[in-house]
């Protein structure tokens, strides 16, 4: 922890709730000595992660927030204007891809699917990020001479086609397409923009999906990501250790995107079928 320079400040994370990715990067982000403003829209799971950082012996507050209302995120950042002076991060989590809206594209629901799917895993990004950037413009001048640090959770799934999944894979590559926006207009302002692309990430909600089998076989690193995994990477993406890097997509999903559709079981190239040749180039 102590390798990366991290003089945080305060950092707000939405979407901190549930156990997951969100709850991670608070706890992380707070343990490396940032005062963490957690925000969610579930009381119960916002509870469960300003608890743990409180016994983890962190600085935390809570905040009640649906992200989903443009109203509702003005009010919150004109709150943190007001009380927090030394405001310095965003991680923006909230996203995923729930059950009722995988289809695939030729289905009738597909639109509405779409739109669902938009406005969680881009525009709540969009509406959030643009409000804290208001607010550092705002604070700019003699008072403010904090470099600020944006981190979005985007996904692998945007680096791809995603079949019947559509709607997610598009909404997250817009995500990295505004990043890099983002990045280019605000880097004059002191705002760093980048985006963490997560690989399959063993989370509460999708436990039941362990296998460890198929881990091995198609995930590189041969195990499948932990929230701490992300987090790790969103500290680094906040920390002035990364103060030259802004308008990038760091990938942490084990390898998975880089490996080629055409690798059999072992690694090896389908066509490479001479068995003298594959027991050469498997030998340990």
């Excluded at 308008?247 to 389908?270: C, E, F, R, T, W």
């Amino acid at each position: 922890m102590n390798a990366l320079n991290t003089d945080l400040g305060t950092v707000v994370i939405i979407g901190a709730g549930g156990g997951g990715i969100g709850t991670a990067v608070a706890s992380l982000v707070s343990a490396a000595g940032a005062r963490v403003l957690a925000v969610d829209r579930d009381a119960t799971k916002l509870a469960m992660a300003t608890s743990r950082i409180e016994e983890e012996g962190g600085r935390v507050q809570g905040e009640l927030c649906d992200v989903t209302d443009r109203d509702a995120v003005s009010g919150l950042f004109e709150r943190a204007a007001r009380d927090i002076d030394d405001l310095s991060g965003l991680v923006n989590v909230v996203g995923g891809l729930p059950a009722v809206h995988w289809g695939a594209v030729i289905d009738d629901d597909h639109e509405e699917n779409l739109e669902a799917l938009l406005e969680t895993n881009l525009r709540v990004a969009v509406r959030t990020s643009r409000a804290f950037a208001r607010t550092c413009v705002r604070e700019a001048g003699a008072s403010r001479n904090r470099p600020t640090s944006i981190v979005q959770i985007a996904s692998i799934a945007g680096l791809a086609g995603m079949p019947f999944g559509a709607g997610y894979a598009a909404s997250k590559a817009a995500l990295m397409s505004y990043t890099r926006t983002m990045a280019l207009e605000w880097g004059g302002l002191g705002i760093r923009v980048n985006a963490v692309a997560p690989g399959t990430i063993r989370v509460p909600k999708n436990q039941n999906a362990e296998d460890a089998e198929r881990d091995q076989t198609v995930i590189p690193l041969g195990r499948r990501g932990t929230p701490d995994d992300v987090a790790k990477a969103v500290l680094f993406l906040l920390s002035e250790s990364s103060s030259w890097i802004t308008g990038q997509m760091l990938a942490v999903d084990g390898g998975v995107s880089i490996k080629p559709s055409y690798l059999d079981a072992d690694g090896l190239p389908v066509f490479v079928q001479d068995k003298a040749l594959r027991d050469r180039l498997l030998k340990p």
